[in-house]
């Protein structure tokens, strides 16, 4: 059964980088037909889809972020990392990473990680 887990710093100060790392265990990052995604929901706002890194170099991104993110996979490792850069106090979410299954047998987020809190503050 596959399971996520996301980690990195809870508090990030205004203009740095927030890195954050999910890290996955009971599949390969490397499996077709998944993707796998970051997601934040703000204080009282509904779910915001960042972006996600799929296979053979399947990518995409919520056009609102894309100059300030990037997604990578750590194959090796089965870490899929986001990185968001010059983060201000709009960036503060729980931040999550969810596998999203796309074989067309029903598409859905079939997994999902806990979601960890990271606050943007000086």
């Known amino acids: 059964q596959v399971q996520l887990q996301e980690s990195g710093p809870g508090l990030v100060k205004p203009s740095q980088t927030l890195s954050l790392t999910c890290t996955v265990s009971?599949?390969?990052?490397?499996?077709?037909?998944?993707?796998w995604n970051w997601i934040r929901q703000p204080p009282g706002k509904g779910l915001e889809w960042i972006g996600y890194i799929g296979y053979q170099g399947l990518a995409d991104s919520n056009p609102s972020l894309k100059s300030r993110m990037s997604i990578s996979k750590d194959t090796s490792a089965n870490h899929i990392t986001l990185r968001l850069t010059s983060v201000t106090p709009e960036d503060t979410a729980v931040y999550y990473c969810?596998?999203?299954?796309?074989?067309?047998?029903?598409?859905?987020?079939?997994?999902w990680g806990q979601g960890t809190q990271v606050t943007v503050s000086s």
């Open positions: 969810a596998r999203f299954r796309g074989d067309g047998r029903g598409d859905y987020y079939d997994t």
């Open positions: 009971g599949d390969s990052v490397s499996t077709n037909s998944y993707y």
